[in-house]
């Protein structure tokens, strides 16, 4: 089993729509992020959480610590939103463990 | 520069051959990641830097690979005797301190053929 887990895997969307990934650990963190990669290959951070909820724009990202559970959500999605979301969990020392991403798709 | 920045882009090798990846890191960042990602998945943690110090290496697949940043700027990641196997995306991250956020690089995308 995976350290990290998200869930769904991949996701197809009209435009407009509300969208949830979610994201599940099993060891204790420091910070989870949020993270964008486009196709080849470069990543974008969205959001480094701790506790609570962070919002950016159309971007909400919430973490409940007690639960080990994280969700981003995208409000009145769009196609430019198309790309694989990544969640990422920071545990002893500075490395990074990643989940195995979701490949979301905004039909317009 | 304003961003992690990595070179090559793009590196194709033939089986054996070793290849050198170069990643310079955002001015005044102390901490510095190489991750590997496959096709498909998630990136993997490689190795971390701190300064010019390799504080973890536990992620090197093999003693093919090896890390250096000797002057505790830029870093260079080298893979000895290639394998198909070793073809991925090998990123670069760098950040500030263990607090604060990480920013990545476009990433060297390796062929090896």
């Known amino acids: 089993k995976n350290e990290v887990e998200q869930s769904p895997q991949n996701l197809t969307a009209q435009e407009g729509e509300f969208i949830t990934i979610n994201c599940s650990y099993s060891?204790?963190?420091?910070?989870l992020h949020w993270l964008q990669q486009h196709p080849g290959g470069g990543i974008v951070s969205l959001f480094m959480?701790?506790?609570g909820k962070k919002k950016h724009g159309r971007l909400i990202a919430t973490i409940n610590i007690q639960e080990k559970h994280s969700s981003l959500h995208i409000t009145a999605s769009h196609p430019r939103d198309s790309a694989v979301y990544i969640c990422a969990v920071k545990t002893s020392g500075s490395r990074l463990t990643f989940g195995e991403g979701t490949q979301l798709t905004v039909n317009p | 520069g304003a961003g992690v920045s990595q070179s090559p882009r793009y590196k194709v090798a033939k089986r054996g051959q070793d290849v050198a990846l170069r990643c310079d890191p955002i001015?005044?960042?102390?901490?510095l990641f190489w991750y590997q990602q496959a096709l498909g998945q998630g990136p993997e943690f490689l190795t971390y830097f701190q300064n010019e110090a390799q504080l973890d290496k536990s992620g090197l697949p093999s003693d093919r690979f090896f890390a250096e940043r000797p002057e505790g700027s830029v870093s260079t990641l080298k893979i000895q005797r290639t394998q198909q196997e070793d073809s991925a995306v090998y990123l670069c991250a760098s950040s500030l301190g263990e607090a604060t956020g990480a920013f990545f690089g476009q990433g060297t995308r390796l062929t090896v053929v």
């Open positions: 001015s005044g960042h102390v901490s």
């Open positions: 060891v204790g963190i420091s910070a």
């Open positions: 959480l701790s506790s």
